[in-house]
């Protein structure tokens, strides 16, 4: 079957393919690269990915134009690797079912691509599973796209099966076939009212963008097929319209359509340099958006070419350019501008380097971490390696970090949830030779008093020789919540020495460290009152023992009282599970301070609370599970309160 299509781009263009997990990314992906010739190679160990943990490249050639694709993780705990991969491509294809009640899972990537201004359209992947109605499902579609959608074909069922489309604009209607074939066929009698309307929705909406258009049809005139065609190019590539397709690539229906759709809609390389504003040169340029093993390999977009292999930018050489033909490495000598490669041994060069040229735009921030995991080796001669390696992984990934705890002398791994941390602890053992053991890190209590007390505290030893003698008397009481650690020395006429005094206040404080409930002691104010010493058998060593043993015995009848700490979360949802949201958190013992419409977030809620640390390990679990992946929360210490037992 051939369409009259107007002339198509030449030049190396990209896609990312993006979508919930679950959606068919990667058979879409695999099909669409067989369909240009260049079969991706199937590996269990990619294939069984944890829903797809690393994004994949592949190159293709598909009548005479050359193509980057990028397979995009679909699980939301590695949404990071995706929103980096949307700023080196020319349009995004957002993949998806058609059942309405899974459309839900797209607001966040909607969102992301409307806020980048990054060109894109819908694939309604498994177009045969449709069950319902299909202007139910643009329906919901368009409830979560600030973008109008024009459905370019529609399903044609006989009975519950799917057997075809109609093009909209053609009106012409094809039968599926096999190995993505299709045959035309007459237009269904019953389907000529429903294309007649979807035409006319799609040119009305094409007119709203353009007032030429717009004064041809109220004075009557038809566009022709070659103008709307002209018109959906331009207003694709400028991002004010989503083209929706159909299909489903496990049958390899729909996919040849895509593939058109691509070749006349992408913008070429030089409009998406304009777009993001990357200044021209003579000099080439490129921008990393994917690192491996610290830039043992790094993934980036030509933005000015030609990039040769050995050349040097910002003082980096380039060790290797490699294409993927269909998923296999090859090596390349240069690559033009437009293009995805791989490129070899940037040591240092982090995720979102920008070489010879300055960043035209920041590069995304990575999400605030949800969940963590402390982390030891399981053989202790690994430590030294386990803190290379784990900085490592932070430059490829910038959505793990790991924190240092002093507190409870921790290494805390910290990511976007269970699957990303499992993930990155098998990177350490696979990549860097590095075991590890996890658990769930360790609160920071601390514990304060209730009541003030006044405390004697004496040291006497004669052994023969000099021996040890300090006496003193300290007034011990509790402080306001977070005023900290006070000593004061209240001493006239010379019972203590001066010369002893600090010994005194250092092995208070010393004292601190650990109190009677075995954690550390905050917001305790000690003075020091009264003492005596001796004149040849005093020292610093016998004041700071009789201080320790003051204040240890003081701490105990102070009626001591265990602290924890208290975040101040901030839950993000829909305005649909903002209830939920709240119920979830007051189950946790955390106390609702409110919520309010989220910034730039129509229909969406931010809820502020104070809740327990202990209670917020795996809140990121619950809150996706009750509001269907789409919820996160950012916390900070706010403070810490009497712990309930």
Same mark, same amino acid.
């Given at each position: 079957?051939?369409?009259?299509?107007?002339?198509?781009?030449?030049?190396?263009?990209?896609?990312?393919?993006?979508?919930?997990?679950?959606?068919?990314?990667?058979?879409?992906?695999?099909?669409?690269?067989?369909?240009?010739?260049?079969?991706?190679?199937?590996?269990?160990?990619?294939?069984?990915?944890?829903?797809?943990?690393?994004?994949?490249?592949?190159?293709?050639?598909?009548?005479?134009?050359?193509?980057?694709?990028?397979?995009?993780?679909?699980?939301?705990?590695?949404?990071?690797?995706?929103?980096?991969?949307?700023?080196?491509?020319?349009?995004?294809?957002?993949?998806?079912?058609? =059942?309405?009640?899974?459309? #839900?899972?797209? &607001? $966040? %990537?909607?969102?992301? @691509?409307?806020? *980048?201004?990054?060109?894109?359209? +819908?694939?309604?992947?498994?177009?045969?599973?449709?069950?319902?109605?299909?202007?139910?499902?643009?329906? =919901?579609?368009?409830?979560? #796209?600030?973008? &109008? $959608? %024009?459905?370019?074909? @529609?399903?044609? *069922?006989?009975?519950?099966?799917? +057997?075809?489309?109609?093009?909209?604009?053609?009106?012409?209607?094809?039968?599926?076939?096999?190995?993505?074939?299709?045959?035309?066929?007459?237009?269904? &009698?019953?389907?000529?009212?429903?294309?007649?309307?979807?035409?006319?929705?799609?040119?009305?909406?094409?007119?709203?963008?353009?007032?030429?258009?717009?004064?041809?049809?109220?004075?009557?005139?038809?566009?022709?097929?070659?103008?709307?065609?002209?018109?959906?190019?331009?207003?694709?590539?400028?991002?004010?319209?989503?083209?929706?397709?159909?299909?489903?690539?496990?049958?390899?229906?729909?996919?040849?359509?895509?593939?058109?759709?691509?070749?006349?809609?992408?913008?070429?390389?030089?409009?998406?340099?304009?777009?993001?504003?990357?200044?021209?040169?003579?000099?080439?340029?490129?921008?990393?958006?994917?690192?491996?093993?610290?830039?043992?390999?790094?993934?980036?977009?030509?933005?000015?070419?030609?990039?040769?292999?050995?050349?040097?930018?910002?003082?980096?050489?380039?060790?290797?350019?490699?294409?993927?033909?269909?998923?296999?490495?090859?090596?390349?000598?240069?690559?033009?501008?437009?293009?995805?490669?791989?490129?070899?041994?940037?040591?240092?060069?982090?995720?979102?380097?920008?070489?010879?040229?300055?960043?035209?735009?920041?590069?995304?921030?990575?999400?605030?971490?949800?969940?963590?995991?402390?982390?030891?080796?399981?053989?202790?001669?690994?430590?030294?390696?386990?803190?290379?390696?784990?900085?490592?992984?932070?430059?490829?990934?910038?959505?793990?970090?790991?924190?240092?705890?002093?507190?409870?002398?921790?290494?805390?791994?910290?990511?976007?949830?269970?699957?990303?941390?499992?993930?990155?602890?098998?990177?350490?053992?696979?990549?860097?030779?590095?075991?590890?053991?996890?658990?769930?890190?360790?609160?920071?209590?601390?514990?304060?008093?209730?009541?003030?007390?006044?405390?004697?505290?004496?040291?006497?030893?004669?052994?023969?020789?000099?021996?040890?003698?300090?006496?003193?008397?300290?007034?011990?009481?509790?402080?306001?919540?977070?005023?900290?650690?006070?000593?004061?020395?209240?001493?006239?006429?010379?019972?203590?020495?001066?010369?002893?005094?600090?010994?005194?206040?250092?092995?208070?404080?010393?004292?601190?460290?650990?109190?009677?409930?075995?954690?550390?002691?905050?917001?305790?104010?000690?003075?020091?009152?009264?003492?005596?010493?001796?004149?040849?058998?005093?020292?610093?060593?016998?004041?700071?023992?009789?201080?320790?043993?003051?204040?240890?015995?003081?701490?105990?009848?102070?009626?001591?009282?265990?602290?924890?700490?208290?975040?101040?979360?901030?839950?993000?949802?829909?305005?649909?599970?903002?209830?939920?949201?709240?119920?979830?958190?007051?189950?946790?013992?955390?106390?609702?301070?409110?919520?309010?419409?989220?910034?730039?977030?129509?229909?969406?809620?931010?809820?502020?609370?104070?809740?327990?640390?202990?209670?917020?390990?795996?809140?990121?679990?619950?809150?996706?599970?009750?509001?269907?992946?789409?919820?996160?929360?950012?916390?900070?210490?706010?403070?810490?309160?009497?712990?309930?037992?």
């Amino acid at each position: 079957m051939t369409e009259h299509l107007p002339k198509a781009a030449a030049g190396p263009r990209s896609i990312a393919l993006i979508g919930p997990q679950g959606a068919g990314k990667s058979t879409l992906f695999e099909a669409l690269l067989a369909a240009a010739g260049s079969p991706a190679k199937r590996q269990a160990e990619t294939r069984a990915r944890a829903g797809g943990a690393e994004a994949r490249l592949g190159h293709c050639s598909f009548l005479n134009e050359r193509w980057s694709i990028i397979d995009c993780p679909g699980s939301v705990e590695f949404s990071y690797e995706t929103e980096a991969a949307l700023m080196a491509v020319d349009l995004a294809v957002v993949v998806c079912e058609p =059942a309405t009640e899974r459309v #839900s899972n797209l &607001p $966040l %990537l909607l969102k992301t @691509l409307e806020e *980048r201004g990054l060109p894109h359209l +819908i694939f309604i992947n498994k177009i045969d599973t449709l069950a319902g109605s299909f202007h139910d499902a643009i329906a =919901a579609l368009q409830a979560h #796209s600030a973008r &109008p $959608l %024009l459905p370019r074909q @529609l399903p044609i *069922r006989a009975g519950d099966a799917v +057997i075809g489309y109609v093009d909209v604009v053609t009106e012409r209607a094809f039968r599926y076939g096999e190995q993505q074939k299709v045959e035309p066929i007459e237009l269904p &009698p019953q389907m000529r009212e429903t294309e007649k309307e979807a035409l006319t929705g799609l040119t009305e909406t094409l007119a709203d963008q353009d007032d030429e258009l717009m004064e041809k049809l109220l004075d009557d005139v038809t566009p022709t097929p070659d103008e709307l065609y002209q018109h959906l190019r331009k207003d694709q590539a400028k991002g004010s319209i989503v083209e929706v397709l159909i299909g489903s690539a496990s049958r390899g229906q729909g996919v040849w359509r895509l593939w058109k759709a691509l070749r006349h809609d992408v913008p070429e390389a030089f409009e998406t340099a304009e777009r993001r504003g990357v200044p021209s040169g003579d000099q080439p340029a490129v921008q990393i958006f994917k690192t491996v093993q610290a830039g043992k390999l790094s993934y980036g977009r030509v933005w000015r070419g030609p990039l040769r292999d050995g050349a040097t930018l910002d003082s980096v050489r380039i060790g290797g350019i490699h294409r993927f033909a269909g998923t296999e490495s090859v090596r390349a000598s240069e690559a033009g501008a437009g293009e995805l490669v791989a490129l070899g041994r940037l040591d240092g060069v982090a995720t979102g380097a920008f070489l010879g040229a300055v960043a035209p735009e920041a590069f995304p921030e990575p999400p605030s971490p949800v969940y963590e995991l402390a982390i030891t080796t399981t053989d202790r001669k690994d430590d030294v390696k386990l803190s290379a390696a784990l900085h490592k992984l932070v430059q490829d990934d910038p959505s793990l970090s790991v924190e240092h705890r002093i507190e409870t002398g921790e290494t805390v791994l910290r990511g976007q949830g269970e699957i990303h941390l499992n993930s990155a602890i098998e990177r350490l053992s696979s990549a860097y030779n590095v075991q590890v053991a996890a658990s769930a890190p360790k609160i920071a209590y601390k514990e304060t008093i209730r009541h003030a007390v006044s405390q004697h505290g004496r040291v006497k030893r004669q052994t023969g020789g000099h021996g040890q003698f300090a006496d003193v008397k300290l007034e011990i009481e509790p402080r306001p919540r977070g005023s900290g650690f006070l000593f004061t020395d209240k001493i006239v006429g010379g019972s203590v020495p001066r010369n002893y005094i600090p010994a005194v206040r250092e092995a208070a404080e010393e004292a601190m460290q650990k109190g009677p409930l075995g954690y550390p002691v905050v917001d305790v104010g000690v003075t020091l009152v009264d003492g005596g010493f001796h004149a040849v058998d005093s020292s610093d060593m016998a004041f700071r023992s009789a201080t320790r043993a003051a204040i240890a015995e003081g701490l105990a009848k102070a009626e001591p009282v265990l602290l924890e700490p208290v975040d101040h979360v901030t839950v993000s949802v829909p305005n649909a599970f903002t209830a939920a949201a709240q119920r979830l958190l007051s189950g946790r013992r955390g106390q609702i301070m409110g919520y309010s419409e989220k910034p730039g977030w129509p229909g969406w809620d931010d809820v502020e609370a104070l809740a327990p640390a202990a209670e917020l390990h795996d809140l990121i679990m619950d809150l996706r599970s009750d509001t269907m992946g789409l919820g996160a929360f950012r916390r900070r210490f706010d403070h810490l309160s009497e712990a309930r037992r």
